[in-house]
């Protein structure tokens, strides 16, 4: 409750087993903790979500948004760096590469560079083609987005071939920040 933008919650309940191979719910109070069902000694739950993006392939915790099947082309890995072919216009119609964030708190940072006339790079928080918040970039000008809508105020970027942006989501407060130099 109060963070339904983390999705659907899973809730588990304890099961056994019968001997046709069907299982059998057992029931009982599931309102507060319950016993883990096994100990995997030195094992840590989930899934890093940091990723250098240096190659030779995407981690497991990146996907497209609504992918065509030839999503996976715009991917090309050179001098330890990820280079993504646009896709859209803008995030509305784009495939954007994301990551599922399921904590209430987290920070995200990329580094944009080379990026060619006509094309836009940014990082966002992304819900879907009709929500989502962030920055853009074109080599000259920064775009923001708020709630699905492109600001009509170009934010002042100092010149560079370089641009640091990162968000900072703390408990639904988001905070955006840009510098050339990453300071």
Do not use: C
Not at 41 to 52: C, E, T
């Amino acid at each position: 409750h109060g963070f339904r933008t983390l999705g659907r919650q899973v809730l588990l309940e304890p099961v056994e087993w019968t001997d046709d191979g069907w299982f059998r719910a057992l029931g009982g109070d599931l309102s507060g903790a319950i016993r883990k069902p096994a100990d995997l000694p030195g094992r840590q739950a989930g899934m890093p979500l940091s990723d250098r993006l240096a190659g030779p392939a995407l981690g497991p915790q990146w996907a497209f948004y609504a992918p065509a099947r030839t999503e996976g082309a715009r991917v090309r890995f050179a001098d330890g760096a990820l280079h993504l072919a646009g896709k859209g216009t803008d995030p509305s119609d784009a495939s954007p590469l994301t990551v599922p964030a399921g904590d209430r708190s987290y920070e995200v940072e990329v580094i944009l560079a080379g990026v060619e006339p006509g094309v836009r790079g940014g990082l966002l928080l992304f819900f879907n083609r009709a929500l989502y918040l962030g920055m853009g970039w074109d080599g000259a000008t920064m775009t923001t987005y708020g709630g699905g809508h492109r600001s009509h105020f170009a934010e002042p970027v100092t010149p560079s071939g370089t641009l640091h942006l990162r968000i900072r989501n703390d408990q639904h407060i988001v905070t955006f920040f840009h510098s050339a130099d990453g300071v």
